[in-house]
């Protein structure tokens, strides 16, 4: 085919918050006037991404220019609630933003304006270079999520790192078992999945553990479906056979485990009866577990999803899962370990880069509040300006009620970035147009697939959209900081400085394949079972014990009419990202989900419309069923992603109460009831 214009090619990588972070070649038309990306092709030779994107993202170009992407300022000329807003120019939104945050800076004080943040976009800089600006102001900022925080510090306090075993393991010749637990590999990590199926047709085992039947269970050795957060449960009789068998790798315990002793006890007896009860699993199918974990020690990987971590006690629960390995002494052996979030391998090189983009040596620190206590903060009148970046609040945070009331305080100014209107610029003042993560300079961090891969940024063709750092960077010198020197670069020095302060060995592979992974396929972390804990043991804390005494009322109790409320993210779906690519599915959203057993069983009718409440909220869904849940659990999907649907947000339902550590939310500790309308 003739071309009267030169292509240009760039790496790319996904920056959506997901496990893949798929790396691709991007093919450019640089003098097109709109349509620049002309596609988008995976690479083959990164041995995670493999030749192919999910199918969420799989034509990011259609997003990319879809036309309803924001392209000028917006200025609200509606009530709060509405996302009714009329175009200014970026100049005037500037103006107006900037006399907002003085007067509100000299009025009140600089901590009464407060940003909130999240990895919508994964680049390092489009994270964390607003810090420049809100470290300088002495504004207010929030900190950790709602993802995997909870989890990574649970293991963190176990380990010394959340990150312990190469996941290019999964396919190793040694490995013979693989456990999947709590996690939907096919929907949420297909690249993952890929690896597993690949791990089987060379001969290992899958064993799968989950609340719901997911599409990996069909092809599964031995399927275990458990009631919603009772994980640990499961832990506590595999612990209790291990032990009273002597069937532990006592070696292993005594030479790289300390303070277990107290855990062997706990675990020593047991009320078998109760945790059958509990769980809803049969002695036949647990003894099963327990014979494929011992016939497969030191040849066994447990890949663990977040989900089990989204409970009141979520970190421990997730601990709890990994004392199985422990004791089987499943690590520092090839196919073997515990995979949950590989990022922490990252740290040592990414924490000079995150240092570099939000100039901390330069800056003084923050007043921090946690992301998901966003709504609670937001109800007093201590903040008086919010500003909103790479994260949508009012659809991913819990206990939406509190929050949507907290945003529509008149007094309370606020100003979100974003490509496109959602639940959270309903309640914006300014909503200012930001650049695709495409069209700028980054490098991106992933958290399943450990390293670094880079984002050759491509031309923007709306002059107004501006990257996150660029916005500040005009708002700094807006409000009288024009000479300050960390608002004098452009994000491209700020991408190639960040290059240069990675390690030789990282910036060869960077500029030459687009990415950096530290491991091969036979590479083992910690094979000298030395772990960066205080005295390189595996710590188990009093905490780790206390979990299998656990008070579970707030979870098992339920009436016949109640059911546990699970809110995972659908197929399709990032969080509350993809609604404009993929308008299909929006009436998914608008139903709840039970098994044929419990729709029959409580008198209901499929398609008909029901009333689904507890103390927090309640709203209308049609009835749906789903033969993979398991009776007495509802499924509504998370992250509604459509700005103008008459459908609820499941989060009205999620409890404000978080995670015990803080640091993420309690989705799935939740009941709800559902009655005839």
């Given amino acids: 085919m003739n071309r009267n214009f030169e292509l240009t090619k760039r790496y790319g990588t996904c920056s959506k918050d997901c496990y893949g972070s798929c790396v691709f070649i991007g093919e450019w038309n640089d003098q097109a006037p709109e349509q620049k990306l002309l596609t988008a092709k995976p690479l083959k030779e990164h041995p995670f991404t493999n030749g192919f994107f999910c199918p969420k993202l799989n034509n990011r170009e259609k997003l990319l220019y879809h036309p309803q992407r924001i392209k000028t300022a917006l200025i609200r000329s509606g009530p709060k609630g509405s996302n009714s807003f009329t175009s200014v120019s970026l100049e005037e939104a500037l103006n107006l933003i900037s006399t907002q945050l003085t007067t509100v800076k000299e009025k009140y004080k600089p901590s009464s304006i407060l940003a909130a943040y999240y990895a919508g976009n994964s680049g390092l800089i489009s994270m964390y270079s607003p810090f420049r600006f809100f470290r300088k102001l002495g ?150 577990f327990l014979k494929l974990l011992i016939n497969n020690k030191q040849r066994t990987l447990f890949i663990v999803g977040f989900g089990p971590q989204k409970y009141f006690y979520g970190g421990r629960n997730l601990n709890s899962i990994a004392l199985i390995q422990i004791f089987l002494g499943n690590f520092g052996h090839q196919g073997t370990g515990f995979l949950f979030s590989q990022s922490g391998f990252n740290r040592d090189f990414k924490g000079p880069l995150i240092e570099y983009i939000t100039k901390s040596s330069k800056t003084s620190q923050n007043r921090r509040i946690p992301l998901i206590n966003l709504g609670y903060s937001l109800r007093s009148n201590q903040y008086k300006m919010l500003f909103v970046y790479n994260v949508n609040p009012v659809s991913s945070l819990p206990n939406q009620n509190i929050l949507e009331k907290s945003l529509l305080r008149e007094d309370l100014f606020t100003v979100v970035l974003d490509m496109f209107l959602n639940e959270t610029t309903k309640f914006a003042d300014i909503v200012i147009p930001v650049k695709f993560d495409l069209e700028t300079d980054d490098l991106i961090t992933p958290y399943f697939i450990p390293g670094i891969s880079t984002n050759q940024g491509g031309p923007c063709p709306y002059s107004e959209c501006s990257s996150n750092y660029e916005f500040f960077q005009r708002l700094a010198k807006k409000i009288g900081w024009q000479d300050d020197s960390i608002f004098q670069e452009t994000q491209k020095d700020i991408f190639k400085k960040c290059c240069g302060l990675l390690p030789k060995f990282i910036q060869e592979p960077l500029k030459t394949k687009g990415y950096y992974i530290p491991f091969d396929v036979n590479d083992v972390p910690f094979n000298d079972l030395k772990f960066p804990t205080s005295n390189g043991k595996i710590q188990i804390h009093q905490t780790d014990i206390e979990i299998f005494n656990q008070n579970l009322d707030l979870v098992l109790k339920r009436k016949d009419d109640e059911f546990y409320l699970l809110s995972h993210s659908h197929k399709y779906f990032i969080h509350s990202q993809m609604g404009e690519i993929h308008g299909e599915f929006e009436n998914v959203f608008g139903k709840i989900f039970l098994n044929s057993y419990d729709i029959d069983s409580i008198g209901l009718k499929l398609h008909e419309n029901i009333l689904v409440s507890n103390k927090f909220g309640e709203a209308k869904y049609i009835l749906g069923e789903n033969s993979d849940l398991k009776p007495g659990t509802a499924l509504i999907y998370s992250g509604l992603p459509f700005t103008d649907s008459d459908y609820k947000n499941v989060n009205i339902f999620t409890p404000e109460t978080s995670e015990e550590s803080r640091r993420s939310g309690a989705y799935f500790s939740t009941i709800v009831k559902i009655t005839k309308i």
């Fill in 139 to 288: 504004a207010t900022i929030t900190s950790e999520g709602t993802c995997n925080e909870a989890g990574c510090f649970a293991l963190g306090r176990m380990f010394g790192n959340y990150s312990t075993t190469n996941p290019l393991q999964i396919s190793n010749s040694n490995n013979r078992l693989i456990v999947v637990w709590g996690s939907n590999l096919a929907d949420r990590n297909n690249h993952a999945h890929f690896l597993v199926k690949k791990a089987i047709k060379n001969g290992s085992k899958l064993i799968v553990v989950n609340p719901v039947r997911t599409n990996l269970a069909e092809s599964a050795d031995l399927f275990l479906q458990p009631y919603p957060g009772t994980d640990f449960l499961i832990a506590k009789y595999v612990l209790n056979k291990l032990v009273t068998s002597g069937e532990c790798d006592e070696n292993f315990i005594s030479q790289h485990v300390d303070k277990c002793i107290n855990l062997v006890e706990e675990v020593e007896n047991i009320d078998e009866d109760k945790i059958l009860h509990q769980t809803s699993l049969n002695r036949e199918t647990l003894h099963e």
